[in-house]
């Protein structure tokens, strides 16, 4: 299983970005998956994962602020951030079970 993630960048506060995890090795439809993070100098964070069944929960500081989703027919699942806030400053992780994509680093700042 290879999952390819990219999205990352340098945003303004209250700004958006998107990131995208493209999986290769496993059936998307077929299977959950989440996303993590690790702010500088923090201990890894649970964001959010999406159910088989296409529903999505959220660790309550992204809540009505981030939004999971997926493309079935591209076998890939998207992490929509809006509202950014410097304390989002982090890598993000999409992973399922033991694997997990390299990490795309989201800088919030003025």
């Known amino acids: 299983v290879q999952l390819q993630a990219s999205g990352g960048g340098l945003v303004q506060p209250g700004g958006s970005l998107t990131h995208s995890c493209v999986v290769s090795?496993?059936?998307?439809?077929?299977?959950?998956m989440d996303w993590y993070r690790r702010a500088p100098g923090k201990q890894l964070e649970f964001v959010g994962f999406?159910?088989?069944?296409?529903?999505?929960n959220y660790a309550d500081f992204v809540k009505g602020r981030f939004t999971i989703s997926r493309d079935i027919a591209k076998n890939s699942m998207y992490l929509r951030m809006n509202n950014l806030k410097p304390e989002d400053t982090a890598v993000y992780y999409c992973?399922?079970?033991?694997?997990w994509g390299q990490g795309t680093l989201v800088t919030v700042s003025s």
């Open positions: 999406i159910r088989v069944d296409g529903v999505a």
């Open positions: 992973t399922w079970r033991e694997n």
């Open positions: 090795g496993m059936i998307l439809s077929r299977n959950g």
